[in-house]
């Protein structure tokens, strides 16, 4: 892909670190209200990541990929590959605070996402049960402007979903 440097051969940090850096260049792109080339981006990602890719930097491109869906079964899908890439991490990484810490911050997002996505889909029993897994892994999420996002999504789709704001 053009517009990008190689990371040196054998250097998995740097190859790493340039992953990471095209995702976030991606993840402005959507930001900035691009959806159609952010799609096409992350998709290009995703087959270059391909199925056996590093966990965390597929989580982190089906989770925002699923952002970037028109159908909500597709959305769904998206959301399901990104939280099954971040139980690999969790599993794999268990060992590595760091990741392993990046990939607990992700669940409170990923299962809200799943509990949006299974409501948009008629299925009322896995959105309720995918926003409580939301809710308890709030608990992992700092005191700062995106756990604070995050804590009040949940409590719009709480709202939305039982009329009460807290789940049954």
């Known amino acids: 892909?053009?517009?990008?440097?190689?990371?040196?051969?054998g250097d998995p940090a740097a190859a790493d670190d340039?992953?990471?850096?095209?995702?976030g260049q991606v993840v402005m792109l959507l930001h900035a209200g691009d959806r159609e080339e952010a799609r096409n981006r992350f998709t290009a990602l995703w087959a270059e990541l391909g199925e056996q890719g590093?966990?965390?930097?597929?989580c982190t491109v089906a989770h925002y990929l699923a952002d970037t869906q028109d159908d909500p079964e597709d959305e769904l899908s998206w959301d399901l590959r990104a939280l099954r890439a971040a139980?690999?991490?969790?599993?794999?990484?268990?060992?590595?605070?760091r990741r392993a810490g990046q990939v607990r911050g992700f669940y409170p997002s990923l299962h809200l996402n799943l509990a949006?996505?299974?409501?948009?889909?008629?299925?009322?029993?896995?959105?309720?049960?995918?926003?409580?897994?939301?809710?308890?892994?709030?608990?992992?999420?700092?005191?700062?402007?995106?756990?604070?996002?995050?804590?009040?999504?949940?409590?719009?789709?709480?709202?939305r979903l039982t009329g009460s704001g807290q789940l049954p």
Do not use: F, N, W
Not at 54 to 58: M, Q
């Open 18 to 23: 340039a992953m990471t850096g095209r995702i």
């Open 1 to 9: 892909m053009r517009g990008h440097q190689e990371a040196p051969m």
């Open 54 to 58: 590093d966990p965390l930097h597929r």
């Open 87 to 97: 139980d690999t991490v969790a599993a794999e990484r268990a060992g590595d605070e």
């Open 116 to 159: 949006a996505a299974y409501a948009r889909v008629g299925e009322d029993r896995l959105a309720r049960s995918h926003l409580g897994l939301a809710r308890k892994a709030c608990g992992d999420l700092a005191q700062d402007a995106y756990g604070d996002g995050v804590r009040a999504a949940v409590g719009r789709l709480e709202l």
